[in-house]
């Protein structure tokens, strides 16, 4: 079965950068949607970057727009978050997701994202 497992998180002071990592494995077809989000406890998971592999479009949340850069390396399995001038409202635990939901519609929503992987802990101070 699918596995997401996300890597790079940390501590890091406001104006800091941090980079994430998300190796998946065990799929036959590449997802048609993959995707970074983030949750802070007692609030909803949001999402915050997702690119459509079929096309390369990105999708980005208003508030980390010209600070955060999705990518993805097929050759490695890899989903990549590059994440520059954080800040406190940053901290979160990120997730990568993907889907494979055949005609959905790549996007932020949280809906049609089908495997989920375990999260890594990001905090800005």
């Known amino acids: 079965h699918v596995q997401l497992v996300e890597s790079g998180g940390g501590s890091v002071q406001a104006g800091g950068s941090l980079g994430l990592s998300c190796v998946a494995s065990g799929y036959r077809s590449s997802a048609y949607c993959i995707a970074w989000f983030r949750q802070v406890p007692g609030k909803e998971r949001e999402g915050v970057a997702a690119?459509?592999?079929?096309?390369?479009?990105?999708y980005y949340l208003n508030s980390v727009g010209g600070r955060f850069t999705i990518s993805h390396d097929n050759a490695k399995n890899t989903l990549y978050l590059q994440m520059n001038s954080l800040k406190p409202e940053d901290t979160a635990m990120y997730y990568c997701?993907?889907?494979?939901?055949?005609?959905?519609?790549?996007?932020?929503?949280?809906?049609?994202?089908?495997?989920w992987g375990q999260g890594t802990q990001v905090t800005v101070s």
């Open positions: 690119i459509d592999t079929g096309d390369g479009s990105t």
């Open positions: 997701a993907g889907s494979w939901t055949l005609g959905w519609p790549c996007s932020l929503t949280l809906s049609g994202y089908n495997f």
